[in-house]
């Protein structure tokens, strides 16, 4: 029986993957050997027992006590603290998904990669803080990356049989987010509640807002780099609507390869998890005479200016990724805790980026998880200083 563990068990990700998972048969059809969460420890417990988890584990030590109440009786193993969820990464599994949102999902990722793992990567943060020291990681210990980002899955299935060599550049796309159609005027005045609903995915609220300033993409441009070994000018946004062709590849002889899907992020885990078989999965089939049309257009950066920062992030290379995430994360924080204005954050990203670029080591890829952890914690309070947040 195949092993599997499922790293953000309880959020958007992680839910997707459990219904595969129970779809397929539960326990009957795969050994769970670690689920992991947050803080809704209620929901953890509920998917350990379905699928008869080995352990579960909360990132929060807090929250042990309600996780072991939860699951009393049922003889799974429970733990709290994020050296918990490393450990638990540690253990042995055919598969294992990473769904951890932020810089938090790469010390486990690490983990899965050390111990010659299949580690299917949706949590596109290691790549971006960390992609050197990721993609040697998996080289040096045999290990198998599959990303399961929609846009990055796209890529990896319509590559299949090709040479990257012959590859021009590849396209993705992104939905525009929530504010795609407002003025540009009105975004310094968007609200919260107004940047957590999504038009075509059902996410988590930091994805979502992410989804709606670009960052999410911005953090998709440099992960496509890492992960495919393409360079900046290799990699194309465009705005789609309609969220059904999430990447094309284009080839030097004037053809590309499109991959059309419903926006249904059980496609990209599900061929993850069958690769490099194809099963059948719970994803409605295209109907392109009923969808009518599909649009594309260039993307504004006035409106965006997290896809220039990416670029920017790739030119510098060395701990530039590392500092750009970080710097993200905290001007989320402070956008979330209303201490800025959703316009507030990419200058607050950029002016960390620009500070950090002075420091003695920028320009060196970051060879370990301290080293990638000390440009994250500087990185924080130079976003949070800049950002008013301190």
């Known amino acids: 029986m195949r092993s599997v563990s499922v790293l953000g068990a309880t959020g958007s990700i992680g839910e997707s993957a459990f219904d ?8 009957e059809a795969y050994r769970t050997v670690a689920l992991t969460g947050a803080a809704n420890v209620g929901r953890l417990a509920e998917m350990a027992r379905a699928l008869r988890a080995e352990i579960a584990v909360t990132a929060l030590p807090e929250k042990l006590g309600a996780l072991r109440e939860a699951l009393a009786g049922s003889g799974i193993e ?3 603290g994020p050296e918990a969820v490393a450990e638990a990464a540690a253990r042995p599994a055919d598969w294992t998904l990473s769904a951890i949102i932020g810089a938090a999902g790469l010390p486990p990722g690490l983990e899965v990669l050390r111990r010659g793992g299949t580690l299917a990567l949706a949590n596109k943060e290691s790549l971006v803080a ?3 020291l990721v993609m040697g990681e998996s080289q040096r210990n045999g290990a198998v990356i599959l990303p399961v980002d929609s846009e990055h899955s796209a890529i990896f299935q319509s590559l299949h049989g090709e040479n990257l060599d ?12 929530a504010f795609r159609d407002w003025p540009l005027e009105r975004l310094a005045r968007a609200t919260v509640a107004e940047a957590s609903s999504h038009p075509n995915w059902a996410m988590g609220q930091r994805i979502t807002i992410d989804s709606a300033s670009m960052f999410n993409k ?23 609507p309609q969220s059904i062709v999430h990447a094309m590849v284009s080839h030097r002889d004037g ?12 496609h990209a885990i599900g061929y993850a998890l069958h690769w490099p078989q194809r099963a059948a999965l719970p994803v409605p089939a295209l109907d392109l005479a009923a969808l009518g049309s599909l649009t594309f257009t260039a993307p504004d950066e006035a409106r965006w200016p997290a896809l220039r920062l990416a670029r920017q992030v790739i030119r510098a290379g060395g701990a530039a990724g590392a500092v750009l995430n970080a ?50 914690a500087q990185a924080r309070r130079l976003a949070a200083c800049t950002s008013g947040a301190a």
Do not use: N
């Open 78 to 80: 429970t733990a709290a």
């Open 255 to 266: 053809g590309s390869i499109a991959h059309l899907g419903a926006p249904d992020m059980r």
């Open 327 to 376: 710097a993200k994360e905290q001007a989320l924080d402070d956008f979330i805790a209303g201490r800025i204005g959703f316009m507030d954050m990419a200058p607050a990203v950029e002016r960390a980026l620009d500070a950090c670029a002075r420091e003695p080591g920028f320009a060196s890829s970051p060879g370990d998880l301290a080293t990638v952890l000390e440009w994250d």
């Open 166 to 177: 012959s590859v021009e550049h590849v396209t993705i796309t992104a939905s525009g987010g």
């Open 20 to 27: 595969l998972l129970m779809r397929a048969g539960g326990p």
């Open 218 to 240: 911005a953090l998709e441009v440099i992960e496509a780099h890492e992960f495919f070994g393409l360079s900046c000018d290799q990699i194309k946004v465009l705005v789609h």
């Open 130 to 132: 960390a992609g050197r």
